[in-house]
């Protein structure tokens, strides 16, 4: 128990800070969120409509910066994160919660099946130690985990989008069609996915695959794994379930900071296909100077990520008592 006491008390200040830089780093940024805000709406407004909107906002000129942040504190204990300034008068959270799902959706799924293929061609390769399978996979993973995102985005886009128009070159889904459980608009949704999860898997499985294959190569060299071999175990047993079910441990702290980012979405590859997820969305709250959408976004992104690694601290504990029993000393 003292050891979740300890990572409870250590996430919870975890997240004043990030809730503290999130209202004060958006203000940090060249030009002032009130400036813009004017900007945005003068010659519509008269004074007095513009500076209740600013106060309404949480931008007043008026008040110090203590003042707004003891306000910024007071709206989030209420769940409100603000109005959008690029979508008013709509709410922050009902602007983040139509962006949510596409990228859950997307990076979500791709970000499953780049850590499933890369647990499996990790094991396989570290099977094969020094031998020419194992230089050839441990060489392209490592070709593929280093390019950019958007390198690839792009060169998908121009070749099976542009070039063969076997794809959509951007968007969501066609328009014109009605959203809903029905085939067209489904059967469009899951073309346009396609590249921007190609464009995820491939350049992120080469990461899982070269960390599992480094950890499968130090687990197979310990005494009980050759154990294993000597009796006259299967091949695919003593890969998974003696070796692959130990070097899997470290890999699940990783993969679960990665479904923490999932929110954030690959904000490159959404920019490159026009996806409407939530890193094209934060993309055009920076463009739009929209303080509050950015402040709404960076802090469902940040509570999403100490989620993921609260959950990964208690999965580690789990599988690993070790961890429990020195946390508890």
């Known amino acids: 128990m003292k050891f979740l006491y300890r990572r409870l008390i250590f996430y919870?200040?975890?997240?004043?800070?990030?809730?503290?830089?999130?209202?004060?780093?958006?203000?940090?940024?060249?030009?002032?969120?009130?400036q813009a805000l004017m900007a945005k709406f003068a010659g519509r407004l008269n004074p007095l409509e513009l500076k209740s909107i600013a106060i309404a906002f949480g931008l007043d000129v008026h008040q110090s910066?203590?003042?707004?942040?003891?306000?910024?504190?007071?709206?989030?204990?209420?769940?409100?994160?603000?109005?959008?300034?690029?979508?008013?008068?709509?709410?922050?959270?009902?602007?983040?919660?139509?962006?949510?799902?596409?990228?859950?959706?997307?990076?979500?799924?791709?970000t499953v099946i780049s850590f499933i293929l890369g647990m499996a061609m990790g094991g396989i390769s570290s099977w094969y130690h020094g031998k020419s399978f194992d230089s050839i996979t441990t060489t392209f993973f490592t070709f593929t985990y280093a390019f950019p995102?958007?390198?690839?985005?792009?060169?998908?886009?121009?070749?099976?989008?542009?070039?063969?128009?076997?794809?959509?070159?951007?968007?969501?889904?066609?328009?014109?069609?009605?959203?809903?459980?029905?085939?067209p608009f489904l059967g469009s949704v899951v073309g346009h996915a396609i590249l921007p999860a190609l464009t995820i898997v491939f350049?992120?499985?080469?990461?899982?695959?070269?960390?599992?294959?480094?950890?499968?190569?130090?687990?197979?060299?310990?005494?009980?794994?050759?154990?294993?071999?000597?009796?006259?175990?299967?091949?695919?047993?003593?890969?998974?379930g003696y070796a692959g079910r130990n070097a899997l441990l470290p890999n699940l702290t990783g993969f679960a900071m990665s479904l923490g980012f999932i929110v954030s979405g690959a904000i490159l590859t959404e920019i490159v296909f026009s996806?409407?997820?939530?890193?094209?969305?934060?993309y055009q709250a920076v463009q739009q100077e929209d303080y509050p959408l950015i402040q709404g976004i960076l802090l469902i992104i940040a509570i999403s990520v100490l989620c993921a690694n609260f959950l990964a601290d208690l999965m580690y504990a789990y599988l690993d008592p070790r961890v429990s029993k020195e946390g508890n000393q």
């Open 203 to 240: 350049t992120s499985v080469g990461y899982w695959a070269v960390t599992m294959r480094n950890t499968m190569v130090a687990t197979i060299s310990q005494d009980y794994v050759s154990l294993a071999v000597a009796k006259g175990l299967k091949t695919r047993k003593v890969l998974v």
């Open 275 to 282: 996806y409407p997820g939530v890193g094209y969305l934060l």
């Open 149 to 183: 995102y958007f390198w690839i985005a792009l060169a998908l886009l121009y070749g099976l989008g542009y070039l063969w128009g076997i794809f959509p070159l951007s968007g969501a889904y066609t328009n014109g069609l009605t959203p809903g459980f029905n085939g």
């Open 65 to 110: 910066l203590w003042q707004q942040y003891v306000t910024y504190l007071g709206q989030l204990a209420h769940g409100n994160l603000g109005v959008s300034l690029t979508f008013f008068p709509t709410p922050v959270i009902k602007v983040v919660e139509q962006a949510l799902p596409w990228t859950i959706g997307l990076v979500g799924i791709s």
């Open 12 to 34: 919870v200040v975890a997240l004043w800070a990030t809730i503290t830089l999130n209202f004060f780093l958006p203000r940090l940024m060249p030009g002032s969120p009130a």
